[in-house]
Nanobody
Framework: QVQLVESGGGLVQPGGSLRLSCAAS????????MGWYRQAPGKQRELVAT???????NYADSVKGRFTISRDNTKNTVYLQMNSLKPEDTAVYYC???????????????WGPGTQVTVSS
């Protein structure tokens, strides 16, 4: 089993910045893709950004140029640097990953419990 724990959420004024972190722990042999999703009240969960083991990234159009996803494979951690935040970025942010616990096991998908980001003056 793999556990994901997000941190770094909070309240920030419009135009401000936050950096989210998500650390994976437990029985980990290898982690493939990692990513961030968000869910605002009354809306479906949506993709924010993803990153492969090799560092290839993908972003939602709504965050391109403002958010940057990165990862530290030595720490099994993924980050989301969020700049120029807008009120519409307010949501619970979840990290996810595909991980395997041994050389011969299949990849399984995991979610973190989420961290609240509120952008308001």
């Amino acid at each position: 089993q793999v556990q994901l724990v997000e941190s770094g959420g909070g309240l920030v004024q419009p135009g401000g910045s936050l950096r989210l972190s998500c650390a994976a722990s437990g029985r980990i042999f290898r982690i493939a893709n990692m990513g961030w999703y968000r869910q605002a009240p009354g809306k479906q969960r949506e993709l924010v950004a993803t990153i492969t083991t090799g560092g290839n990234t993908n972003y939602a159009d709504s965050v391109k140029g403002r958010f940057t996803i990165s990862r530290d494979n030595t720490k099994n951690t993924v980050y989301l640097q969020m700049n120029s935040l807008k009120p519409e970025d307010t949501a619970v942010y979840y990290c996810d990953c595909d991980a395997k616990d041994s050389r011969f096991s299949a990849y399984a998908h995991y979610w973190g419990p989420g961290t609240q980001v509120t952008v308001s003056s």
